[in-house]
């Protein structure tokens, strides 16, 4: 069965910092891989989305996210983080025959100043 | 102005009572989706829907009901049944499997 994981519940930045967090992926093919943000109280928006291709895939806000097949991983990177980043990040594939998607648990990002 | 709503933002239920969670979309989307979301616990799937007038039910249904009569619209009840009520419901919505969904504002459910 799909699932994924992201290993880190909250990470605390430096802003201006870089940034990384991880995810890793179960699937049975070559999964499509999607990173979404939710601010508090907020619904989810999709930040940047693997279908095929180039395994680098740039998205909103500066964010970018590379594909590693061998390493089941999809992971999510900003070279400078900004204050405005402090929010919350899901990883998801689709679960297949149902069309909806299977979330990681979350990483919280809190940015210093 | 494109988009997905939902209301009320905050909704309270009391004991035994049933109460019903509002998703419009004007993005001509196919299919609709409920999660829930409690803190932790990343998003879970309540209901979804392919296409009018069929749905089915997801990982978590029990307690739950919807409807599919219009494209536009699918609303979730969360019914008595349903015994820890309290969390945050988001309705997404996608043109079929595998592809991007959208999300909604989401709407918090809190019981008095």
């Known amino acids: 069965a799909q699932s994924v994981t992201q290993p880190d519940i909250h990470i605390t930045v430096s802003e201006g910092a870089s940034l990384e967090l991880r995810c890793n992926y179960s699937?049975?093919?070559?999964?499509?891989l999607f990173w979404y943000v939710q601010s508090p109280g907020q619904g989810l928006q999709l930040l940047l989305k693997?279908?095929?291709?180039?395994?680098l895939v740039q998205g909103i806000k500066g964010f970018e996210a590379e594909f590693k097949r061998s390493q089941s991983s999809f992971n999510l990177r900003k070279p400078s983080v900004h204050w405005s980043d402090a929010a919350e990040y899901f990883c998801?594939?689709?679960?297949?025959?149902?069309?909806?998607?299977?979330f990681g648990k979350g990483t919280k990002l809190s940015v210093k100043p | 102005d494109g988009g997905i709503t939902q209301s009320p933002k905050y909704l309270f239920r009391k004991e035994g009572q049933n109460v019903t969670l509002s998703c419009e979309q004007n993005?001509?989307?196919?299919?609709m989706y409920w999660y829930r979301q409690d803190p932790g616990q990343g998003l879970r799937l309540i209901y979804y829907?392919?296409?009018?007038?069929?749905?089915q039910k997801g990982d978590i249904a029990e307690g739950y009901s919807v409807s599919r009569e219009k494209k536009e619209s699918f609303p979730l009840t969360v019914t008595s049944a349903q015994k820890n009520p309290t969390a945050f419901y988001l309705c997404?919505?996608?043109?079929?499997?595998?592809?991007?969904?959208?999300f909604g504002p989401g709407t918090r459910l809190l019981v008095l």
């Open positions: 998801a594939v689709p679960s297949g025959s149902q069309g909806n998607l299977i």
């Open positions: 699937y049975g093919a070559t999964p499509y």
């Open positions: 693997y279908f095929s291709g180039d395994t």
């Open positions: 993005l001509n989307h196919d299919a």
């Open positions: 829907s392919q296409i009018v007038n069929d749905f």
């Open positions: 997404a919505t996608g043109q079929g499997l595998q592809e991007t969904q959208y």
